[in-house]
């Protein structure tokens, strides 16, 4: 069994930056494919970036490429999310998610079979 637990949300200010941890508690391997989502109020949960832990292949949401950076510490059993020149924008609950498959879409929700309770991010103008 697999469990994720996000941490590292906050409040800052347009132009700042936070880096979101996911701890997986269990085995690190069964998460091939680990993404992070997030959903903004009044909107659809969204796909951000997502790593597969294998290979260290990653893929970014375009709303976020050059600014966002995915990581994962294998050994730490922990996958990041470094956020930089964030936008009132990126105002959102962020989540993470992780499958066991290496193979899938990225940001389709039915393919990740774990997800962690989310971390709120807020910025302000």
């Known amino acids: 069994q697999v469990q994720l637990m996000e941490s590292g949300g906050g409040s800052v200010q347009a132009g700042g930056s936070l880096r979101l941890s996911c701890a997986v508690s269990g085995n690190f391997y069964s998460t091939a494919r680990m993404t992070w989502f997030r959903r903004a109020p009044g909107k659809e949960r969204e796909g951000v970036a997502g790593i597969r832990t294998e290979s260290s292949g990653t893929y970014y949401a375009d709303s976020v490429k050059g600014r966002f950076t995915i990581s994962r510490d294998a050994a730490k059993k922990t996958m990041y999310l470094q956020m930089s020149s964030l936008k009132p924008e990126d105002t959102a609950m962020y989540y993470c998610?992780?499958?066991?498959?290496?193979?899938?879409?990225?940001?389709?929700?039915?393919?990740?079979?774990?997800w962690g309770q989310g971390t709120q991010v807020t910025v302000s103008s």
């Open positions: 998610a992780a499958d066991p498959r290496y193979a899938g879409s990225w940001f389709v929700e039915h393919e990740y079979y774990y």
